[in-house]
């Protein structure tokens, strides 16, 4: 299906998509939502700027069972979210 115009795909690293997808499901839900938002351009509700890692790094953080998910982002290239 082709993404819609100013929708970002997402390029994943070394083996972040077999990871997440071995997250709970409601916290791989609200993790995958959260990509998705930032795909087309806009920033999760459970976000926080990484200034420590680089400039337009951003993790999205998820709570699932008493345990906590975090997934790094990078948005600020206009080809992809990485």
């Known amino acids: 299906m082709p993404e819609a115009p ?3 795909p ?3 690293w070394a083996d972040a ?3 997440l997808r071995s997250c709970p ?3 791989q839900d609200d ?3 959260g990509l998705s938002q ?3 351009g806009a920033m999760p509700a459970r976000f926080s700027p990484l200034p420590q890692i680089g400039k337009g790094a951003f993790e999205v953080k998820v709570d699932e069972d008493g345990e906590a998910y975090r997934t790094l982002f ?3 290239f206009p ?3 990485y």
Do not use: M, N
């Open 6 to 8: 100013g929708y970002k």
């Open 10 to 12: 997402l390029a994943w």
């Open 17 to 19: 998509r077999p990871v």
């Open 25 to 27: 499901g409601g916290g």
């Open 31 to 33: 993790i995958g939502h």
């Open 38 to 40: 930032v795909q087309a």
């Open 74 to 76: 990078i948005a600020r």
């Open 79 to 81: 080809e992809a979210v």
